[in-house]
């Protein structure tokens, strides 16, 4: 009797574990999918952002350096998380790194305002996860 129980249970949990292996993340991968058009962070994050980029980058750089047809087209079809991994790992210049995820998320998000990318109800989230589904790409041509 208690045989048979376990092997019920084994063969419920081994078809528990196929269902989590399988559709969990083909399911996600597919529904997650989203672009910069689609509202990805926050208006009150892009504020954060923009304060976070005049003390820690306005000293070196003038934004349009990373907005426009020209920053667009080059980021084109790369991910988000591809812009946050590439400007935490090279800035600050005097000390790569040196801020926290939120802070380069928030970053991120203003330069995204910036290139007039539509806002959200949630927040650009921090993980690799949330970052490599959202797909940069340039508005339309008029
Ligand atoms: C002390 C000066 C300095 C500060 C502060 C600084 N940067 Fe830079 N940044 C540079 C220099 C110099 C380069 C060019 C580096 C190179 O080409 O190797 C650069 C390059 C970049 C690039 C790459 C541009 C490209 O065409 O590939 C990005 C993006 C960037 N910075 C963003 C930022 C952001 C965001 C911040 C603030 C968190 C910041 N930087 C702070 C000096 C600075």
Not at 42 to 54: K, L, V
Not at 87 to 92: A, G, K, L, S, V
Not at 125 to 130: N, R
């Amino acid at each position: 009797m208690s045989r048979r129980f376990g092997r019920t249970f084994a063969i419920l949990l081994g078809s528990l574990l196929v269902t989590a292996f399988l559709g969990g993340p083909l399911a996600a991968q597919s529904s997650e999918e989203r672009s910069v058009l689609d509202g990805v962070y926050s208006a009150e994050q892009a504020e954060r952002g923009e304060a976070t980029y005049g003390s820690e980058c306005a000293l070196c750089h003038t934004t349009q350096e990373f907005t426009g047809r020209l920053f667009q087209l080059s980021w084109s079809n790369r991910s988000v998380h591809d812009l946050f991994r590439s400007i935490r790992n090279t800035m600050p210049f005097d000390r790569p790194g040196g801020l926290t995820d939120e802070q380069y998320s928030a970053i991120v998000s203003y330069l995204l305002k910036l290139n007039n990318y539509p806002t959200g109800d949630e927040a650009l989230g921090t993980s690799e996860e949330d970052l490599a589904n959202i797909r940069i790409e340039a508005p339309p041509s008029r």
